[in-house]
């Protein structure tokens, strides 16, 4: 394995993230690492704070844990990190065989310094991952299976394909249940090992950094008929590819894109799919034909097309009756269709103030806002009189609102005395609803700071409102003020 390893630096450029094309790679890979979900094992509590607990146990030699039942002994070495369960071996002979005897759950980002962990998105370099890629391969080979969660987030794959392959066929032969598969670029075409297709097993799948395999070769049994959430990262691919994973995957739920290397044109056709997100990715026409159980279609950080003369992309909704958020939506970018009624998509403009309340007085009745909107949220609020005649309209007629959540621009609202004179005179406003709150933010940025996203966060279907979770925990974590509407008198 020293070999293999000294050998496979010769062959590979490090990923330095100095490049402005590296910056973007390493945007993209964050995404990729903030969205994987947690692993059923933690590092926080290693074996060694459970060996200083049992020195400060009675000294009379007993060996009180080892007489527990074979069940809970395996619950215990399973919520270990891979390197603290299998070093349980020789605490005694009754655990010997308990590592080998529990569903794997290993990560190799648990092998990095203590240190190094306190930033979840860090990643080592190239040489110093090498060590991470030889213990990946031991513990592959060395448990028998099942694998119950696997991350490898932190090697540079093309130092070894073979080595890779074989990683794929341990992987689809020990039953792996959750993979997170992400490479280390450069470069960022190697191709992703077909024989991630013999993992059967799969409920979630993470990959990244990857040129998808030529889908059309592979065996027409080739499937994943348990997979729930798949999502795909810095991933180069073909229309036919999307096409080809959603016919094979029945009870998908969640299916993720970001920052694809190629245009994402599709045609979603899936009687399972609940949640569709496209971020930091570049969009041809999407059309969502048949969705019956859809319920959100997250658009974020999208960018226009880079094939084609007609730079707007298309977001054709045809049978989606459970569509209950779209997010994100940025009309300089995209057309909307819903049925047969087309949103046509403009240019970005900077407002003028001149959308004010009698513009807004003309607009007339709008059913979606007076019958169906709950919440509204407005990210780098700055009082102007068009914002201001904007929020009266929605406050007059949306007769189900229950919370509009603002995120105010501190320059716009340097004391609460400002705020006052501002937002005082729509205290007596005739609202619609008489079941509401107003929920105010003071972002810690000047310019109201960037809209937070978190793509595990939006495809919770534990949660009903992501967007206004997701506005809290970013502005608190960066020191927003929380103000609760009207106690600002």
Same mark, same amino acid.
């Given at each position: ?8 630096v010769r ?8 490049s402005?094309?590296?910056e ?43 007489? @527990?039942? #074979?069940q ?36 190799d ?8 962990r ?12 090498? %060590? ?43 039953g ?12 960022? #075409?190697?191709p @992703?090992p ?44 073909? #229309? ?14 969640? @299916? ?14 899936? $009687?399972s ?10 969009l ?10 859809l ?9 226009? $097309?880079?094939? %084609? ?21 940025d ?18 403009f ?6 004010n ?40 007629? +949306? ?29 007596? +406003? ?14 810690s ?30 502005? @608190? ?13």
């Open positions: 394995m020293d070999r293999w390893a000294v050998e496979s062959s590979v450029r490090a990923f330095e993230g100095n402005k094309q590296d973007l790679t390493r945007c993209a890979l964050d995404f990729a690492y903030d969205s994987l979900p947690a692993p059923p094992a933690t590092p926080d509590a290693p074996l060694a704070a459970t060996g200083a607990a049992c020195s400060r146990a009675p000294g009379d030699g007993v060996d009180r844990i080892s007489s @527990l039942p #074979d809970i002994l395996r619950n215990v070495v399973s919520r270990l990190p891979a390197a603290d369960a299998a070093r349980t071996a020789a605490l005694a002979t009754r655990w010997r065989g308990l590592w080998r005897a529990v569903p794997l759950v290993f990560v980002a648990h092998l990095l310094p203590t240190e190094s306190a930033d979840p998105l860090w990643r080592p370099g190239l040489e110093a991952s090498l %060590g991470l890629t030889n213990a990946a391969s031991a513990a592959l080979a060395a448990h028998p299976g099942p694998f119950r969660c696997v991350h490898l987030t932190c090697s540079y794959m093309d130092t070894n394909r073979e080595e890779i392959k074989r990683w794929m066929q341990l992987l689809a032969a020990k792996v249940q959750q993979l997170a598969f992400i490479n280390r670029p450069w470069p960022l #075409d190697i @992703l077909a024989t991630v297709f013999s993992c059967a097993s799969l409920t979630r799948l993470h990959i990244g950094a990857w040129k998808f395999p030529d889908t059309a070769a592979l065996p027409r049994a080739a499937a994943f008929p348990h997979l729930q959430e798949l999502y795909l990262s810095l991933i180069a691919m073909k #229309d036919r590819d999307l096409a080809f994973l959603l016919d094979r995957c029945p009870v998908l739920e969640v @299916l993720t894109v970001i920052a694809s290397q190629t245009d994402v044109r599709m045609c979603v056709v899936s $009687r799919l609940r949640c569709l997100q496209l971020v930091a990715t570049s041809g026409d999407i059309a969502v034909a048949e969705a019956p159980r319920e959100r279609l997250i658009l974020f950080g999208t960018l226009h $097309r880079r094939i %084609g003369e007609n730079k707007y992309s298309r977001i054709k909704i045809g049978n989606a009756p459970n569509l209950r958020m779209l997010g994100y939506w009309q300089g970018q995209h057309e909307l269709q819903i049925g047969n009624t087309i949103v046509q998509s403009m240019e970005a900077t407002p003028t103030g001149k959308v309340a009698k513009f807004w007085h003309e607009a007339g009745s709008v059913e979606c806002v007076e019958q169906h909107i709950k919440k509204l949220a407005i990210h780098g609020f700055r009082g102007t009189k068009s914002e201001l005649a904007f929020l009266k309209f929605i406050a007059e007629r +949306a007769q189900v609102l229950e919370k509009m959540v603002l995120i105010l621009s501190p320059k716009c609202f340097p004391s609460v005395q400002v705020l006052k004179t501002k937002l005082n005179p729509h205290a007596t +406003a005739q609202w619609a609803s008489t079941d509401f709150k107003v929920i105010l933010f003071k972002s940025e000047s310019d109201g700071g960037a809209v937070p996203f978190n793509p595990r966060i939006s495809a919770d279907f534990s949660c009903d409102g992501p967007f206004d979770l997701l506005m809290v925990e970013a502005n @608190l974590s960066m020191g927003a003020v929380f103000l609760q509407y009207p106690k600002i008198n």
